[in-house]
T-cell receptor, first 109, second 114 residues
C-alpha cells in the first residue's frame, strides 16, 4: 500500500529563519512527487512536481528536492505570508495521488 | 475561467439523510476526483473519473456514489449519512492520467453529520 509521511506536523519559525520540511514516501512506481500549499478554509494549491531523484525546483522562497525515498521543501528566509499547511503527495503508476497529512508552518514577524 | 466550483460550502445533516455535493469545472479536464480531508489523516481519495461515463472507486468509497454524465460535472452522493462522514470534501480536476498533471482543487464543502 502506498504511504506518504510528512514531518514535522507543525513548524513555528521567526521571519527570516530558514528551515526544511520532510516528506517520506513509499509509492509503487512513483510517477511524480507533488507539493501543494493549503491556506485555512481553502483547497490545496499546486506548487511543484518532481519526477526523478536529484531533481530540484524553486519558486520564490521555496525549493523542493527529491531523493529515492524522500522529498524536502526548503523555505529560505520565510515571511509571514508563507504561513500555510504544506502537503506532499506521491503519484503511483495508476496515476492516483496518495497524500501526507501535511506540515503546518507558522511564520512570526 | 471559474476553475473548480463546489456547492454547498457548508452543510449539516442528520444521521440517515441523503444529499448530493455538487462539483463543476470549466477547464475541459477529463479527470475528476473527490477527496475527504480529516484532521491528521491527509486527503483520501473517495471516487474518481477519467471521463464522461467512467467512474471508479478510490481508497474510501463506502457510503458514497458518483456518476459522470458530462465532462463538466461530477456530483458526489451520500446515500445515508453517518457521523463518520463528517469531514471536509474537496473536488479536483486535471488532464486525464498525465504524469505530473497538476490537480486543481475546489474550495471544499464542510459537512457535519449529527
Amino acid at each position: 500500500e502506498d504511504q506518504v509521511t510528512q514531518s514535522p506536523e507543525a513548524l513555528r519559525l521567526q521571519e527570516g529563519e530558514s528551515s526544511s520540511l520532510n516528506c517520506s514516501y513509499t509509492v509503487s512506481g512513483l510517477r511524480g512527487l507533488f507539493w501543494y500549499r493549503q491556506d485555512p478554509g481553502k483547497g490545496p494549491e499546486f506548487l511543484f512536481t518532481l519526477y526523478s531523484a536529484g531533481e530540484e525546483k524553486e519558486k520564490e522562497r521555496l525549493k523542493a528536492t527529491l531523493t529515492k525515498k524522500e522529498s524536502f521543501l526548503h523555505i529560505t528566509a520565510p515571511k509571514p505570508e508563507d504561513s500555510a499547511t504544506y502537503l506532499c503527495a506521491g503519484q503511483s503508476n495508476d496515476y492516483k495521488l496518495s497524500f501526507g497529512a501535511g506540515t503546518t508552518v507558522t511564520v512570526r514577524a | 475561467n471559474a476553475g473548480v466550483t463546489q456547492t454547498p460550502k457548508f452543510q449539516v445533516l442528520k444521521t440517515g439523510q441523503s444529499m448530493t455535493l455538487q462539483c463543476a469545472q470549466d477547464m475541459n479536464h477529463e479527470y475528476m476526483s473527490w477527496y475527504r480531508q480529516d484532521p491528521g489523516m491527509g486527503l483520501r481519495l473517495i471516487h474518481y473519473s477519467v471521463g464522461a461515463g467512467i467512474t471508479d472507486q478510490g481508497e474510501v468509497p463506502n457510503g458514497y456514489n458518483v456518476s459522470r454524465s458530462t465532462t463538466e460535472d461530477f456530483p458526489l452522493r451520500l446515500l445515508s449519512a453517518a457521523p463518520s462522514q463528517t469531514s471536509v470534501y474537496f473536488c479536483a480536476s486535471s488532464y486525464a492520467g498525465q504524469v505530473g498533471s497538476e490537480q486543481f482543487f475546489g474550495p471544499g464543502t464542510r459537512l457535519t453529520v449529527l
